[in-house]
Structure formats: C-alpha cells, structure tokens
C-alpha cells in the first residue's frame, strides 16, 4: 500500500510542477501523503526493521 501511495504521490507532484494553480489535484496529493504518513507510522510502531527497509527502498524521508 505504502509503494503504490508513493507512486501515485509522486505522480501527482510531477503534475502540480506543471500545472500550479489545480488546487483540487493539491488537495488530493496532501490526502495522500497524510495516509502514506499513518501507514508508515503504523509500520515504524509495529515493525521498526521493516519500515527502515521500505523508507531505503522508497527513497523518502523518515517522518
């Protein structure tokens, strides 16, 4: 779940890099990134081996 919120997230970030003023598609691009950010918490909570992992494999920052 995680992965494919990351690729949706960056998706729409490339999108917003062109198109600035599509708020609604901003909008959906924070929900995102605050699900991403429950899940990982989850994740870090649960099983701190795994989420180290998935943060390396992904490429993002931890939280």
């Known amino acids: 779940q995680v992965f494919s919120f990351t690729n949706k997230i960056r ?3 490339s999108h917003l890099e062109l198109h600035k003023k599509d708020f609604s598609s901003e909008r959906g691009l924070r929900r995102l990134l605050g699900k991403r950010r429950r899940l990982l ?3 870090a909570k649960k099983n701190r081996v795994r ?11 931890e939280q």
């Open 41 to 43: 918490a989850y994740l």
């Open 51 to 61: 989420y180290k992992k998935l943060i390396g494999q992904l490429n993002i920052r």
């Open 11 to 13: 998706r729409l970030a």
